[in-house]
Each structure stands twice: as structure tokens, then as C-alpha cells.
T-cell receptor
């Protein structure tokens, strides 16, 4: 299957700072990327959907000014958590699909800890 | 709205035991249904899928049947191995086919030798 690489796998940042998470499709062009968040022992919750060259579509309850998503190329999407707080600590997972298939491929996730 | 409910884990089994992980869903229309698996330190991988009622998805000895009447998609395997230890997620994709997935909370499976 297609490969999606997410970086970093773990990050610790201080409260009030911003952190950027990258999601890359390595061997296909990702016209659509999805960002999920997972709390301990809970489901993955979709945060936003981004299409290359367009503004992201955020799910209800997700602060678009706090979670900035950029999908400027067909192989890269970034999620920036701005002014991070301890309650933003979570596991963030991206997935990507091309324009032809139905299947979305997942990155390995990023564990964010805000101290 | 759309939602997925899975049985709580962890599920602990001995090698060669029979596995069932229950999954039920609520949805408008006819969603597609999936099981994903996450091995330690890795990303989610698609295990199997079914796109319409009575379809059976199967892969690596795992099976699940799309039951419209009971809104269920239970995962089964006749004989588990230690290497099957992972977290299993049931998910649905609404009929709009945007690629958006709605996940259950995940069930951790531990298989002991």
C-alpha cells in the first residue's frame, strides 16, 4: 500500500509555544488529507479535512485559529498547534488519499505533550 | 448522526483461541464499514472492509459481515496468534464518499503464548 509519513513521532513543547506536525505522502499525490486527534482510550476524532490548494474544512467544535492546517502541495500537509496548552496534549494522526481511490492511508501519529 | 460503538478492551486470549470483537453502528443511508488495525509503534492499516449489506470482508484470517438488520460489523478470527496483538478499530464512512472516517474507540487485543 501507499506510504504516509508523519513527523515528528513525539514532541514536547512548553505551554504558550507553537508546534508544527508534518504529514507527507511518499509515493502518491494526496489530493485530500485528514487530521484526527485521539485521546487516551478514546476514539479517533476527525478535526479537519484539507484539499490541496484550498482552505481546510474544520469539524464542529475545532478551533480553526488554534489548529492551523496548510495543504500547499500534493505531498505535504501541516498541522500547527498555536499557543499550545496542556489540554492540547494528545495523539494526532493524519491520513491521505489520492483523487482516484477511496482508501485513505494513515501516518504513524504524533504524540504531543505540552508542559 | 453517525457513530460507531465497539466492545471495551482489553481482550486477552490464549494463542489459537477464537476471537470476536463486537462493533455496532448508527448511520444515515448506507455507509461503508471498515476494520483497521494498529500494531505497536505503527500507523493504522486497513484490515478489511464491506461496502453493502451482507458483504463479508476478509483478510489474514479475519472476517466481518455487514449486517444491516442488526447494524453490526463484528470482527472474528478462528485462531489468533501472538502476532495479532494490536489495537483494532471499527469505522464507517458515510455514503458521501469524502474519505472521512468515523471510528469506534478501539479494542486492544493481547494474545498470550
Amino acid at each position: 500500500g501507499a506510504v504516509v509519513s508523519q513527523h515528528p513521532s513525539r514532541v514536547i513543547c512548553k505551554s504558550g509555544t507553537s508546534v508544527k506536525i508534518e504529514c507527507r505522502s511518499l509515493d502518491f499525490q494526496a489530493t485530500t488529507m485528514f487530521w484526527y486527534r485521539q485521546f487516551p482510550k478514546q476514539s479517533l476524532m476527525l478535526m479537519a479535512t484539507s484539499n490541496e490548494g484550498s482552505k481546510a474544512t474544520y469539524e464542529q467544535g475545532v478551533e480553526k485559529d488554534k489548529f492551523l492546517i496548510n495543504h500547499a502541495s500534493l505531498t505535504l500537509s501541516t498541522l500547527t498547534v498555536t499557543s499550545a496548552h496542556p489540554e492540547d496534549s494528545s495523539f494526532y494522526i493524519c491520513s491521505a488519499r489520492d483523487g482516484t481511490g477511496w482508501q485513505a492511508f494513515f501516518g504513524q501519529g504524533t504524540r504531543l505533550t505540552v508542559v | 448522526g453517525n457513530s460507531v460503538t465497539q466492545m471495551e478492551g482489553p481482550v486477552t486470549l490464549s494463542e489459537e483461541a477464537f476471537l470476536t470483537i463486537n462493533c455496532t453502528y448508527t448511520a444515515t443511508g448506507y455507509p461503508s464499514l471498515f476494520w483497521y488495525v494498529q500494531y505497536p509503534g505503527e500507523g493504522l492499516q486497513l484490515l478489511l472492509k464491506a461496502t453493502k449489506a451482507d458483504d463479508k470482508g476478509s483478510n489474514k484470517g479475519f472476517e466481518a459481515t455487514y449486517r444491516k438488520e442488526t447494524t453490526s460489523f463484528h470482527l472474528e478470527k478462528g485462531s489468533v496468534q501472538v502476532s495479532d496483538s494490536a489495537v483494532y478499530f471499527c469505522a464507517l464512512s458515510p455514503p458521501s464518499n469524502t474519505g472521512k472516517l468515523i471510528f469506534g474507540q478501539g479494542t486492544t487485543l493481547q494474545v498470550k503464548p
